[in-house]
């Protein structure tokens, strides 16, 4: 069942539930985008388009149509051209979109959500990544260019995205994006508008840097920190702060690994927070590093964002980031509702499942009882994966390796077993 008229292509299948009707609507009043009079494409129509392009990264907007409406041949659906999906966008803009995952935005767990809290406390972290967008001279004279060491301008013009990730669901709690320039941390620092007490913050050793830690510190909420370099600090920018060395052995098939990791956090107390717990909560700031793997290869196969302008490229990303939430709220929920741990819910199958309930328009409209499950979390919770093991691979960098090789070094990392030992070489300094 979908809605009536005009209005029947407005839909995102089971996922409409999380985002009804009425949500948009009230979205669209808000921002004052609901159309003077009705169209082939009303606003709540375009929305809905913009939301479903974010599960087919592969389609241009008309292809993206032909799904929406493709379960739909009983009604008197409207011949659209790709000039009056173009025109419908650019009438919507971009405040629509970003009010809409401002709505959605949020940790997507509750207080018994396994994995989602630690000592009491909800566990976040933050990174950048970088989205491909086209190569346009009005996009590339914002974002400026690619360069390297032999040409001062090549690839693709890129988006910073920077985004608070809540490490128990990957769910998107904020993000801000932008040009390169002046870099991640400084961006990230509008992201403290959705840090409070309560929250620890996982930080890389890109955001240990005084700026940004007197930032989070400013907030009440707590961080642990790599340290960027071999000091030993007591204090970072006046904040009282622990030091944690460890020395972090990998044993493996193919041999071992040993490395020094220093921690800096404002949890000061050693009986409370043990320095062994601190040192395996680090390894969840990788979570963020998975969220961002999802949008960039799972929803966008890697591909260049369709939009040619600025205005178009945000309001793409604000509903690529929606749509990735309106999943992660289908799984959190599923999980929730079952005692599942959100870690051994696979994402793919989330989405490939959102995809085949856009084609074929179904559950768009729930029921008197509201399942929590649904199709979706029903896909989901049938192929769970298997407990989540500590990760052992490095960052994927750009590195001095034929594709071959990498290949082969990633699959021989998958034939051994490893074991982690962490030996805590020092303890808490005294402020």
Known sequence: MVAEGVFAPGHLGELTQIAPFEMIDAILTACRAVQERTRKLPARVV????????????????????????????????????????????????????????????????????????????????????????????????????????????????????????????????????????????????????????????????????????????????????????????????????????????????????????????LLDPRTHPASELVTLYHERWEVESAFFELKKSMLGRRVLRARSWPGIAQEIYALLSTYQLIRIAISDAAHATGTDPDRCGFTTALNTARAQVIQAANVIADTTIDLVGTIGTAVLDTLLPTRRLRLSPRAVKRPLSRYAYKSMKADRRTYQATIDIEILTGPISP
């Open 47 to 266: 929305v809905y388009l913009l939301l479903a392009a974010g599960l087919f990264e592969e389609c241009g907007y008309p292809a993206v149509w032909r799904k929406l409406t493709g379960a739909l041949s009983s009604l008197p659906i409207p011949q659209v051209t790709a000039t009056a999906l173009w025109h419908a966008r650019c009438r919507l803009g971009v405040r629509p979109m970003r009010a809409l995952f401002d709505l959605l935005r949020g940790p997507g767990s509750a207080i018994r959500t396994a994995g989602a809290r630690w000592a009491g406390l909800l566990v976040v972290a933050i990174d950048g990544t970088h989205l491909d967008v086209a190569d346009d001279d009005a996009v590339r004279a914002k974002l400026g260019k690619g360069s390297t060491q032999y040409t001062d301008a090549s690839g693709y013009p890129q988006v910073l995205l920077v985004a608070l990730v809540a490490c128990g669901t990957r769910a998107v709690i904020d993000a801000v994006f932008g040009p390169g320039k002046p870099g991640e941390s400084i961006l990230g620092r509008r992201l403290m508008r959705s840090l409070h007490p309560g929250v620890i913050v996982l930080l890389d050793r890109g955001f240990a840097n005084k700026g940004f830690l007197n930032a989070v510190h400013t907030t009440q909420a707590h961080f642990l920190a790599r340290c960027p370099d071999g000091s030993f600090l007591s204090r970072i920018a006046g904040i009282e702060v622990r030091i944690v060395t460890c020395e972090i052995t990998i044993a493996t098939s193919q041999g071992r690994l040993t490395g020094v990791y220093r921690l800096a956090t404002t």
